[in-house]
């Protein structure tokens, strides 16, 4: 009991933290079609930023060295954690997103995702380089008293109330009329723009809105371990998150649910707690990237809509027009 | 010190030239592709790197002479490219997938490939069983015998390319491809044959690439090529989608800039410089140096 119950915690903030993340993609790229290939960036952005908003200073002296250092109190440091991710992702809207064909977006988060990650690495002045930040005390525990495992179980509390707080956010946008245009904009540009859309405008908010939960759920990581550095969010962390949205189902947020507990909770952190083969540390790493991989092809191969498909939304047509049929639509379901 | 400053400099364009050799290969193999298939492939780093250890298992494991090792490494990886297009991509293409899906299936299978070379060879740094040699000055250039090979092979296959675009029927059906494949077809041209030639070629230009990287570098580990892959797209895009010429040019011009500005600012940000000007490209001329119609 002493540590199943411990270790279920660990999984449920785990599986309560992707849930965010999917979201957070799923507004990119499920809502608006923003083919963001470094949504872990954004992750970072609000770990890293949410950390130093609640650490104390750091001293060069002592070899930990970060900007601000402002001891805020974590849930402050975490708002501003999501809001700098938030900007981030204008900021990188604003290169990634034009008119342009949907592969240079991409190339160019790509590519300003391995840019970033080389300056965050190398440039210590900022979050201490490649050691990356520590020591930042869990949170809440100065007040209430408690040990170690009784913050996992209030952490779990914590992470359950903001995911609650976002899947509210994430259902707002995607019923509301930003989310109908969103949604139209990812079917047909040119057509929303010929509707008067403007199709960037509308990504760029897409991109921020989406990167806001990445950095919230990226902060709830960094009050959780308390330490965060460049190792923690390589390149292939973002696949895992593409692959819960993937095989859960885009455009939807129950798909994220799926996703995020078959990828994220079952393929990834399950994973982590097999203990290595003797001899050949890396293998279990190595093969859980492959298996995500391979689930994103699979999933697009087999069954491209996911485990949980997009509902398809109905509008009123007039009866006496003929039954028009988008390429969206199953047989059978057209003209009725 | 004045003169320091200059020889610096232009020690800095003879590695610039270095680079621009090996880019030239990569993104010629990457242009081809991209403008016959019209989609990119994110998995041609992998394919750099797993041609790299291809060559590092024959000649080091199998004990052949390398120059033989490196040969049958890009043929094998010309060959492994059309598996993988005829094995996976091919589905998607041949129902129309929307774009996104391959860009996915193209980004999980560098996944995919780039843990495969760690299960398989280890996650460390490798080397080849290759000396160096000591550097030749050369006019204002000091550069290794082995350098000089690498700038001398990348002019060769750039000419051999120019040969393959301008006179064989498979080249010009290639370019009809690249410009519109519908009118390609109906003017009789085999595609899926043009194609499968096109994966065979870039494969075996992303292994010539690799190898040559890795020499250059030295030492390589399963991820070498991440950070390269943006110079080539760099490059791809600069030179214009599906121009092989706009390509060479583009290569010559971001290897140069990125060694001598390397003496400016550190080298650690050297690919750094790659990304401004893939910023700055596609702000002020998505199009590319050579404008392709339609591909913007």
Known sequence: ?336 | MESGGVSLVLQSVGFGLVTASVLALASVGLTLQFGVTNYINFAYGTYLVLAAYFTMALSTRAHLPFLLAAVLACLAMGVVAVGIAKGVMQHFVSRQAPLFYLLIVTFGLSLIIENLVQAIWGPGFQTYNLSVGSPLSLGPFSLTPIQLVIIGLAVLAMVAIHLMLSRTSLGKAMRAMSDNKDLAQVSGIDTERITTWTWFITGCLAGLAGIALTVTTVSFNPASADSFLFVIFAAVILGGIGRPYGAMAAAAILGIVTEVSAVVVSSTYKDDIAFVALVVVLLLRPQGLIATRGKA
Request: hydrophobic residues 50%.
């Open chain 1, 1 to 336: 009991m002493d540590l199943i119950l411990p270790y279920l915690a660990t999984l449920a903030i785990f599986f309560f933290v992707y849930n965010i993340l999917t979201w957070g993609l799923n507004i990119q790229f499920g809502y608006a079609g923003v083919l963001d290939f470094t949504f872990i960036t954004f992750v970072a952005c609000g770990a890293y930023f949410s950390g130093v908003f609640a650490l104390g200073p750091g001293q060069k002296s002592t070899g930990f060295e970060w900007i601000l250092g402002l001891s805020w109190p974590f849930p402050i440091a975490l708002v501003m954690g999501a809001l700098a991710a938030g900007l981030l992702g204008i900021v990188i809207g604003l290169i990634a997103i034009n008119r342009l064909r949907s592969d240079y977006m991409a190339i160019v988060t790509l590519a300003t995702g391995t840019v970033i990650y080389g300056l965050v690495s190398n440039y210590t002045p900022l979050f201490d380089g490649f050691d990356g930040l520590a020591g930042l005390q869990t949170p809440f525990t100065q007040w209430l008293n408690i040990n170690y495992n009784q913050f996992t179980y209030l952490w779990v509390g914590f992470c359950a109330v903001v995911m609650v707080i976002c899947w509210f956010i994430a259902q707002r946008i995607l019923n509301s009329p930003l989310g109908r245009t969103m949604r139209a904009i990812r079917e047909d540009q040119e057509a929303a723009e010929a509707f008067g859309k403007d199709s960037v405008r509308v990504r760029l908010i897409a991109m921020s809105m989406g990167a806001v939960l990445a950095g919230v759920g990226g902060a709830l990581l960094m009050g959780f371990i308390g330490a965060f550095n460049p190792a923690g969010w390589t390149s292939g962390e973002t696949f895992v998150v593409w692959a819960a949205l993937i095989v859960g189902g885009r455009g939807n947020n129950w798909g994220g649910v799926v996703g995020s507990f078959v990828v994220a909770v079952l393929v990834n952190e399950a994973t982590r707690y097999i203990p290595p083969i003797p001899g050949n540390a890396t293998l279990i790493p190595t093969v859980r990237n492959m298996l995500i991989g391979a689930s994103l092809i699979a999933v697009l191969w087999l069954r491209p809509e996911g485990i949980i498909p997009e509902a398809r939304r109905r509008f009123y047509q007039l009866p006496l027009l003929p039954g028009r049929r988008t390429p969206a639509e199953g047989v059978g379901s057209a003209g009725s």
